[in-house]
T-cell receptor, first 113, second 114 residues
Framework: DAKTTQPNSMESNEEEPVHLPCNHS???????IHWYRQLPSQGPEYVIH???SNVNNRMASLAIAEDRKSSTLILHRATLRDAAVYYC??????????????FGGGTRLMVKP | EAGVAQSPRYKIIEKRQSVAFWCNPI?????LYWYQQILGQGPKLLIQ????????DSQLPKDRFSAERLKGVDSTLKIQPAKLEDSAVYLC????????????FGNGTRLTVT
């Protein structure tokens, strides 16, 4: 499986935008880029996904580089409730294991008031 | 819609004892996953079911771990006998139809083996 590289941790101030980077230089042309986050003492939750074009939803925006070797999750105004571990995951469209997700270590986002 | 339910929330056992975890996925979700998350690490897939059939159990330590989903709905994960290194959070997730439908996770069972 193609791997992703994320910083171990990042800090942000409350109500400021946050850009969480992810490198995936070995991404294949059909891999989708998924982001999940895990709040303390909870299971991971889906944030957003994309293939080539930038994507927006109520939680965040996903900016995908033109060569698809990197992507950035954007939280437009961080709140204290956004403090979590954010996982960037590549998901093949139809892998033999049936579309499981392989998690890396993620980025721990700390939000300061 | 109701989320993925897991129980118990916490469990403490001694090594060599056995333990079982229960998961009730979101109604209608055919795909169910069990993940193990050791403190400070990302979740690691143990087993994936499609209805009541196993899709992938390549990372399940089959000498001590077992899982079943007899009627294609609820699932149980069992460890027998437990080792100290099994201390972790065990997460259950389910997924609906569609290639990129998201996984919905429960809040997990935190297992401590002493």
């Amino acid at each position: 499986d193609a791997k992703t590289t994320q910083p171990n941790s990042m800090e942000s101030n409350e109500e400021e935008p946050v850009h969480l980077p992810c490198n995936h230089s070995t991404i294949s042309g059909t891999d989708y880029i998924h982001w999940y986050r895990q709040l303390p003492s909870q299971g991971p939750e889906y944030v957003i996904h994309g293939l080539t074009s930038n994507v927006n939803n109520r939680m965040a925006s996903l900016a995908i580089a033109e060569d698809r070797k990197s992507s950035t999750l954007i939280l437009h105004r961080a709140t204290l409730r956004d403090a979590a571990v954010y996982y960037c995951i590549l998901r093949p469209p139809n892998n033999n294991a049936g579309n499981m997700l392989t998690f890396g270590g993620g980025t721990r986002l700390m939000v300061k008031p | 819609e109701a989320g993925v339910a897991q129980s118990p929330r916490y469990k403490i056992i001694e090594k060599r004892q056995s333990v079982a975890f229960w998961c009730n996925p979101i109604s209608g979700h055919a795909t169910l996953y069990w993940y193990q998350q050791i403190l400070g690490q990302g979740p690691k897939l143990l087993i994936q079911f499609q209805n009541n059939g196993v899709v992938d159990d390549s990372q399940l330590p089959k000498d001590r771990f077992s899982a079943e989903r007899l009627k294609g709905v609820d699932s149980t994960l069992k460890i027998q006998p437990a080792k100290l290194e099994d201390s972790a959070v065990y997460l259950c997730a389910s997924r609906g139809q569609g290639l990129n439908s998201p996984l919905h996770f429960g809040n997990g069972t935190r297992l401590t083996v002493t």
